[in-house]
């Protein structure tokens, strides 16, 4: 089980790569609205909005607050064969979320 998410760690980060953030966030969200599967993820639409806005206005604190609580993990399984630019920014959004502490990274083909 994880530890909770360093929220300072997480705010700083998205300080330093705030630009890349919002771009990698619009395009998912973008992404997503214009997926067949939009209502199916609107929480997750709805979360990426308020993050893009937090990030946008330059409130870094509350993108850390709300990026580990947007339930975007559940994005991580899905495939979608209708844009493979959507499926590459999700997979970069999945190992920011390693890096950063809010997923625990699968270690399990390392046994």
Do not use: C, W
Not at 1 to 20: G, R
Not at 54 to 77: G, I
């Amino acid at each position: 089980m994880n530890a909770p998410p360093n929220h300072n760690n997480i705010e700083s980060n998205l300080l330093t790569f705030a630009d890349k953030y919002i771009l990698l966030l619009s395009d998912i969200h973008k992404g997503l609205l214009n997926s067949s599967q939009s209502k199916t993820f609107s929480k997750q639409i709805s979360g990426l909005a308020d993050i893009i806005q937090s990030l946008q206005s330059d409130n870094y604190a509350a993108a850390a607050k709300t990026l580990p609580n947007a339930d975007l993990e559940v994005l991580f399984d899905q495939q979608f064969s209708d844009n493979i630019k959507l499926n590459s920014d999700i997979s970069v959004l999945k190992t920011r979320f390693m890096n950063l502490g809010i997923l625990e990274a699968d270690a399990s083909h390392y046994l």
